[in-house]
């Protein structure tokens, strides 16, 4: 078992590449290149952050997380000659098994426990904007409400966060320095 992020990389890199070019096969023709690229981006940010990632239970899930959210955001940020749609980036990320004690859809999972307390749809919305990266202005007109309204309940479930699950919250922090 990894004591640290920083061990956990250094002993499954060669599984993580697998996984960030799997990902990136869907949108480039150059996936080996742009999966490790993106794999360095996160190993960056997560070794910048280990200290603070110290009580996280599962370092492959988060890590996980974290690829999922740079390649979605490379994607945004970069013209690709290959067509892509976003959520055939998220399900491949959903159906992917990750052999870790629980995968990403479980840290999701665990992040919606937290929210219990607020409606289901901004719960899924909460998730869409942080984990997927969708903007507010989207989800705001889905949910028929103002970006504002929108971004007042998002501080209120972030601070239900800060209060009830600071480590969740940290983790979600680092997670939002990914991409």
């Known amino acids: 078992m990894a004591r640290s992020i920083v061990d ?28 490790e690229d993106i794999l360095h981006d996160v190993a960056v940010v997560l070794c910048k952050k280990k200290q603070e990632l ?26 690709r000659s290959i067509p892509v749609d976003m959520e055939q980036i998220i399900y491949e990320f959903d159906k992917y098994e990750y052999s870790s004690e629980y995968d990403y859809l ?18 899924k919305a909460f998730i869409a904007h942080y984990i997927d990266d969708v903007p507010s202005s989207k989800l705001a007109a889905e949910l028929g409400i103002t970006e504002k309204a929108l971004s007042l309940r998002f501080a209120r479930m972030r601070k239900e ?19």
């Open 106 to 123: 479980e840290w999701i999972a665990s992040l919606e426990k937290h929210l219990q307390k607020f409606d289901p749809q901004m719960r």
């Open 54 to 79: 110290a009580d996280v239970k599962d370092y492959g899930a988060y890590i996980a997380v974290c690829i999922r959210r740079a390649a979605i955001n490379y994607v945004k940020k970069h013209s």
């Open 8 to 35: 956990y990389f250094s002993q499954n890199y060669d599984k993580l590449v697998k996984t960030s070019v799997r990902i990136c096969s869907r949108f480039t023709k150059n996936p080996m290149s742009i999966g």
């Open 161 to 179: 966060l800060r209060d009830k699950a600071p480590s969740m919250f940290k983790h979600l922090n680092i997670l939002l320095l990914i991409g």
